[in-house]
């Protein structure tokens, strides 16, 4: 089950929400900062949940958008721009004192083996 509010938030970390809240205003967080918290954890919680598959031409797809959609929500970036996150990978070229990016589509394999890492 994917956290969609505080309090399940606060159970998964093993708080009841009142004691987690409270620990957070003894250490003098404010609301604001505690609010940013629970954004960031949901956020890792729901990234982890992300699934890719093999598309038509070989390269990873994400399997359901609306992880990627709900994960963008939390991160408050636009989903196309997280999912081409997730998707490419860029890596910067020197060659001659030139810049140049090139730019690739891991397979699922992967993808879930980078995911796994971090």
Do not use: H
Not at 11 to 40: C, H, K, T, W, Y
Not at 44 to 66: R, Y
Request: charged content about 20%; proline content about 4%; some cysteine.
């Amino acid at each position: 089950m994917l956290p969609t509010s505080r309090r399940q938030l606060c159970v998964l970390i093993g708080g009841s929400p009142a004691n987690v809240q409270r620990a957070m205003n003894v250490i003098g967080l404010s609301a604001d900062e505690q609010n940013s918290i629970f954004r960031i954890l949901a956020t890792i919680l729901w990234l982890g949940n992300v699934n890719f598959v093999e598309g038509d031409d070989g390269n990873a797809v994400v399997a359901d958008s609306g992880v990627v959609d709900f994960a963008s929500y939390l991160m408050e970036v636009p989903s196309a721009s997280l999912q081409k996150a997730l998707l490419n990978r860029i890596m910067e070229t020197t060659r001659g004192g030139r810049r140049g990016a090139l730019l690739s589509s891991p397979t699922p394999g992967q993808e879930l083996t980078e995911r796994i890492c971090l």
